[in-house]
């Protein structure tokens, strides 16, 4: 574990006022954490904060909404990026899955209050309820056409929604436990989804049936990724011949994230095992980086760097906290991630310090989306946050 900086949550707001103050630390393995504060003295013209950082610590880059701070004595640094805007009112209560629009225009999310909702990205105003499953919705995503939404919940049904209308097109039943996670082939004309009941299947939208188990791992499928593999890659052949109503599978790793703490890929029209890679902990989810670099983050806080041309050992391990990684994106040359201590941030290979983004205090963040240089993340706390990259 490299050294960790950490800024209180609402650093944004205390350090507008003046004399106010943030609290501060730098956490390194085998060390005592170095603690310590930052103070406002005051606002420049055009409303920047003057901040002056307590012994130990160096602010070097400060701007409306970011602040870049090292700890020189532990060689570490991180710019914290503050939410552009939060959207409070758009559920009750915990929001665990969100997802934006292949346009930027809208949001879809769900909520540990039962509902399932398509809002404006821009303000967060409520534009749709999706009103169909039973129990708890456990992931939502737009098709590549923005205009439609598959869903995945605990009542074991896959459900394909019109964000236009709210009406629920197809169903899709099969699964016998909750759908934790899906993933879309290609345009949309297949989907994939994994379960509770330890099986990932591939679906044909058109007619609402199953084309075919592609996994059964006897363990619950947390996550899943679907990716070009790479040439060199040996997917394996099918043992019998695809369905005509099979589009796109070709050519295509599924990763599985697995509650046994195995990570397996998968040739998606093979359903030939690729690999299996066994970490520290449950894997909670999975992505692909290029046609061969892969990550997965696990319930103890690892995020592994896998080569699937050879995983018998990972590229790198990033571990910055014991809590479960939940969401994992790529991102320019590098990628994103949430924990279950409310952290979120972007490692990017050109930049020598790491980006936070600010603002749930210890809560969970579940899910992450990105649209251009808009991240937006969802909470325990009830709050979907906005964060605009171009203040960088």
């Known amino acids: 574990m490299a050294a960790v900086v950490r800024l209180q949550s609402d650093w944004d707001q205390e350090l507008r006022k003046n004399e106010g103050e943030a609290w501060l630390s730098c956490k390194s393995p085998g060390k005592s954490t170095l603690y310590g504060s930052l103070t406002c003295q005051g606002l420049s013209a055009d409303g920047i904060p003057e901040i002056r950082a307590s012994e130990g610590f160096v602010v070097s880059e400060v701007a409306k909404k970011s602040l870049l701070v090292s700890c020189p004595r532990e060689n570490a640094s991180t710019k914290f990026l503050a939410p552009y805007t939060a ?38 105003e409520i534009r749709r309820h999706l009103e169909g499953h039973v129990y708890d919705v456990n992931c939502c995503r737009f098709f590549p056409s923005g205009i439609v939404v598959l869903s ?5 049904q896959l459900k394909i929604w019109s964000a236009e209308d709210a009406s629920c097109v197809a169903t899709f039943q099969g699964h016998k436990a909750g759908i934790l996670d899906t993933a879309i082939v290609d345009r949309g004309r297949n989907v994939v989804s994994s379960s509770r009941d330890g099986t990932a299947r591939l679906w044909d939208c058109g007619r609402s049936t199953c084309l075919g188990v592609v996994a059964d791992c006897g363990s ?11 040439n060199s890659l040996n997917l394996g052949s099918p ?7 099979e589009i796109g599978t070709e050519g295509k790793l599924l990763l599985l994230a697995r509650e046994d703490r195995k990570l397996q890929g998968v040739g998606l029209q093979s359903r030939q095992p690729v690999f299996l890679f066994i970490g520290s902990d449950a894997f909670n989810c999975c992505t692909f980086l290029s046609g061969f670099y892969l990550l997965a983050g696990t319930q103890d806080g690892k995020i592994y760097q896998l080569d699937v041309r050879n995983t018998k050992a ?11 990684v939940f969401s994992l994106l790529p991102y320019k040359d590098g990628f994103l991630a949430s924990q279950g201590d409310g952290t979120c941030f972007i490692v990017q290979q050109d930049l020598d310090h790491i980006i936070e ?36």
Not at 114 to 124: C, D, L, S, V
Not at 152 to 156: E, F, I, L, S, V
Not at 358 to 367: F, L
Request: glycine share 12%; proline share 6%; hydrophobic share 30%.
């Open 152 to 156: 995945g919940g605990m009542d074991a």
């Open 314 to 324: 990972p590229v790198q391990i990033i571990h910055r906290s014991g809590a479960p």
């Open 239 to 245: 043992e019998k011949i695809p369905s005509e109503r």
């Open 357 to 392: 983004l600010t603002g749930p205090d210890c809560d969970p963040v579940y899910k992450m989306a990105t649209w251009e240089k808009q991240i937006y993340t969802c909470c325990r706390d009830g709050t979907v946050r906005r964060y605009q990259l171009s203040d960088l």
């Open 220 to 230: 619950p499928v947390n996550g899943i990724a679907l990716g070009e593999a790479d």
């Open 87 to 124: 959207f409070c009112r758009i559920h009750q209560k915990s929001i665990t899955c969100l997802d934006i629009s292949s346009g930027g225009g809208l949001g879809v999310s769900t909520s540990a209050d039962g509902t399932m909702k398509i809002w404006q990205a821009a303000n967060g």
